[in-house]
């Protein structure tokens, strides 16, 4: 069974940080593009950032760019969030989705397996 569990989200002040960290079990983590997305309430889901299998490429959404930075570590099955300069439209709930393909795309019927979320609330 492929699981993803996201962990670090919280309540932050306006320019402080936040790491999300997914954990990955049950599939070969190495060889799938990993994804975050992110919906507030009564907002659609939207990309935030997505990872190649190798990490050698990432994307971003234009709202983040600067601010967030996506990683993985392939040998602990995790990919990473790092959310600097945080801000209140940041407030949502952060979603990590893996895909069965190696390459990174920003469509989120793209990808497989979703987890459960975490709460990031930025206050101002």
């Known amino acids: 069974q492929v699981q993803l569990v996201e962990s670090g989200g919280g309540l932050v002040q306006a320019g402080g940080s936040l790491r999300l960290s997914c954990l990955v079990s049950g599939r070969t983590f190495s060889d799938y593009a990993m994804g975050w997305f992110r919906q507030a309430p009564g907002n659609k889901r939207e990309f935030v950032a997505t990872?190649?299998?190798?990490?050698?490429?990432?994307k971003y959404v234009d709202s983040v760019k600067g601010r967030f930075t996506i990683s993985r570590d392939n040998a602990k099955n995790t990919v990473y969030l790092q959310m600097n300069s945080l801000k209140p439209e940041d407030t949502a709930v952060y979603f990590c989705?893996?895909?069965?393909?190696?390459?990174?795309?920003?469509?989120?019927?793209?990808?497989?397996?979703w987890g459960q979320g975490t709460q990031v609330t930025v206050s101002s």
């Open positions: 989705a893996s895909r069965k393909y190696s390459w990174t795309t920003a469509q989120a019927a793209e990808y497989d397996y």
């Open positions: 990872i190649n299998w190798s990490g050698s490429i990432t």
